[in-house]
Nanobody
Framework: QVQLVESGGGLVQAGGSLRLSCVAS????????MGWFRRTPEKEREFVAY????????SYADNVRGRFTMSRDNAKNTAWLQMNSLKPEDTAIYYC??????????????????WGQGTQVTVSS
């Protein structure tokens, strides 16, 4: 079992930045691919980014690539999502998630076994 807790959300003006954190407890953090998803009233959990076990490979959604950067520190059991040049359309609840070894289609929420409770990000225009 893995417990995930996100933090760092808040209200920011368009063009600003936020850094989300996801702290994991329970089983070995470096056994899991970490991902970030977001949910709005219009969209179910939408893929944002994922980062592989050692941080050697990452993938981003087209609408955040170049603005968002994901990182992790396995020694600290923590993953981060640095969000720059935020836009009003980035407003959502952001969730971190963990997928076990061998998971496929890591841009799909179905690949992930564990989820945090979410943190609200609001970008004002």
């Amino acid at each position: 079992q893995v417990q995930l807790v996100e933090s760092g959300g808040g209200l920011v003006q368009a063009g600003g930045s936020l850094r989300l954190s996801c702290v994991a407890s329970g089983r070995t953090f470096n056994s899991y691919v970490m991902g970030w998803f977001r949910r709005t009233p219009e969209k179910e959990r939408e893929f944002v980014a994922y980062l592989t076990l050692s941080g050697g490979s990452s993938s981003y959604a087209d609408n955040v690539r170049g603005r968002f950067t994901m990182s992790r520190d396995n020694a600290k059991n923590t993953a981060w999502l640095q969000m720059n040049s935020l836009k009003p359309e980035d407003t959502a609840i952001y969730y971190c998630a963990a997928a076990g070894r061998g998971a496929r289609d890591l841009s799909s929420r179905n690949a992930y076994d564990y989820w945090g409770q979410g943190t609200q990000v609001t970008v004002s225009s």
